[in-house]
């Protein structure tokens, strides 16, 4: 369990934490989201006592990290998989962490195997993709079999083999129920994995509800259409200022209009329709609409906000 108060750090000007309250609670996958430069890195490294805060409290299960008795027992962390010593092989890697917690050789065997790096274990870990850093961070956090996982975009330069492993992994370490912590910016990625969010922007919290609330509060509506000849369906919705997204043969999805509208629209056109339904929000659309006032290095050319819609507009909540 990880416990912030208040948590506050200022850079200089850069107020890059700000007054975070907050728990994340055991036997739980919780997603730590926010744009770039939102802070994610900055509370974990306070949660893990290397930068120290400006003001308020980070605790692991009621303590400051500095004050763990055997932190590896404790905490598992992954927040820069290349932090690694270059010239020694993953073995000897985790073995030199493992001897400063009196850890026996044969968990550095277990972790290996369990991230499959047995094969590669004697090569230094300078040759290391990214993907096989991951695997090796990931081993270290696991060595002292910690009650927290503390994971900085763990899956970032994994294969899809790799990606679906992390999540089985997260996924199972809740299971036994010990607290997972984790940051990415892959959205579908956390929808499958997560199962409570965290949102921030500029240091502050902007969400803080399970994942189905976090979705559920969405104000992003859209209607999926199915029509074999959708062509003057498409003119009439687009004369009105609807949004009309082609998905595929025949497939529309249309966003500022109530599906009632799309309906008598096509009516009107003489459109035989197949399929009109409504569509669930994705867990991106509504990370896009927690984090629309947040985003600090936004590219000059953004994809349109599809939740930017007249029907999206109204009805805007947060979790
Ligand atoms: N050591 C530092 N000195 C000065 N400013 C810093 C330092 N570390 C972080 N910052 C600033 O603090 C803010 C938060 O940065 P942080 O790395 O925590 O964000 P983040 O949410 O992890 O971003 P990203 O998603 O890009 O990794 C940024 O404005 C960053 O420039």
């Known amino acids: ?7 506050t750090k200022r850079y200089g000007d850069t107020l890059a934490v700000d007054s975070l309250d907050l728990e994340v609670r055991p036997g739980l996958v919780t997603g730590f989201l926010g744009p770039n430069g939102a802070g994610k890195t900055t509370t974990m490294r306070m949660v893990l006592g290397l930068d120290r805060p400006t003001a308020g409290t980070a605790l692991i299960g009621g303590r400051p990290y500095r004050e763990l008795d055997r932190p590896l027992h404790h905490v598992g962390a992954v927040l820069d998989a290349k932090a690694v010593h270059p010239g020694r092989s993953a073995r000897s890697h985790l073995l030199a962490l493992a001897r400063t ?12 195997e369990t991230v499959g790096l047995e094969s590669v274990a004697r090569r230094r870990a300078g040759t290391f993709s990214l993907g096989m850093s991951q695997r090796l961070g990931i ?9 927290l996982l503390v994971l900085d975009e763990p899956v970032n330069g994994l294969d899809p083999d790799g990606v679906l492993w992390v999540r089985e992994l997260m996924r199972s370490l809740a299971a036994e129920g010990r607290t997972v912590f984790v940051s990415s910016h892959l959205m579908s990625e956390m929808q499958q994995t997560a199962d409570r969010l965290v949102a921030i922007g500029r240091g502050s919290l902007l969400a803080d509800a399970p ?4 979705i559920a509060n969405s104000a992003w509506t859209a209607v999926r259409v199915r029509a074999p000849h959708p062509e003057d369906l498409v003119s009439a919705l687009e004369s009105e200022g609807a949004g009309v997204e082609r998905v595929g043969v025949g497939e529309l999805v249309v966003t500022g209009a109530e599906m009632e509208r799309v ?48 029907a999206a507009s109204s009805n805007r909540s947060r979790a």
């Open 101 to 112: 917690h009196r850890i026996p050789g044969r968990r550095v065997d277990e972790v290996l």
């Open 263 to 310: 309906g008598e629209l096509a009516h009107r056109a003489g459109v035989a329709l197949h399929e009109l339904s409504p569509r669930a929000a994705s867990l991106e659309q509504a990370y896009r609409e927690l984090t629309r006032d947040s985003v600090q290095y936004a590219s000059p050319n953004p994809c349109p906000d599809p939740s930017a819609t007249p």
């Open 211 to 214: 994942l189905a609330e976090v």
């Open 1 to 7: 369990m990880i416990t912030l108060r208040g948590l």
């Open 139 to 147: 081993a270290a956090a696991l060595l002292g079999d910690p009650e």
